[in-house]
């Protein structure tokens, strides 16, 4: 399993910025999908989640109406469309996915990790 992230940066509050996360190595038709942030000193976070149909999608409340999550089956690839962004947004970003239909929030459960992708909102 490979999970390659891209698309974090640098971006004022109230910017944009668009993550990706190219998989390969698994059927990626059969795997939940998620994205996790984790900030110095602070506990991992799941922030959104997409079931293997792209119907189910799961957010964190911090991020509702803020982040939408989806998934290109051709292309085998996770987004993450970030949307007004805040200071309390900067966190390294990674995708995460685990063999199941259905997604939750909960990144223990998801044992497949990418490296990452740093978004910093100042």
């Known amino acids: 399993v490979q999970l390659v992230e891209s698309g974090g940066g640098l971006v004022q509050p109230g910017g944009s910025l668009r993550l990706s996360c190219e998989a390969s190595g698994f059927t990626f038709s059969s795997y939940a999908m998620s994205w996790v942030r984790q900030a110095p000193g602070k506990d991992r976070e799941g922030v959104a989640a997409i079931g293997v149909t792209g119907a189910d999608t799961y957010y964190h409340d911090s991020v509702k109406g803020r982040f939408t999550i989806s998934r290109d089956a051709a292309k085998f690839a996770v987004h993450l469309q970030m949307t007004d962004l805040k200071p309390e947004d900067t966190s390294m970003y990674y995708c995460?996915?685990?063999?199941?239909?259905?997604?939750?929030?909960?990144?223990?459960?998801?044992?497949?990790w990418g490296q990452g992708t740093q978004v910093t909102v100042s």
């Open positions: 995460a996915a685990k063999a199941c239909l259905w997604p939750n929030l909960q990144s223990e459960t998801y044992p497949y």
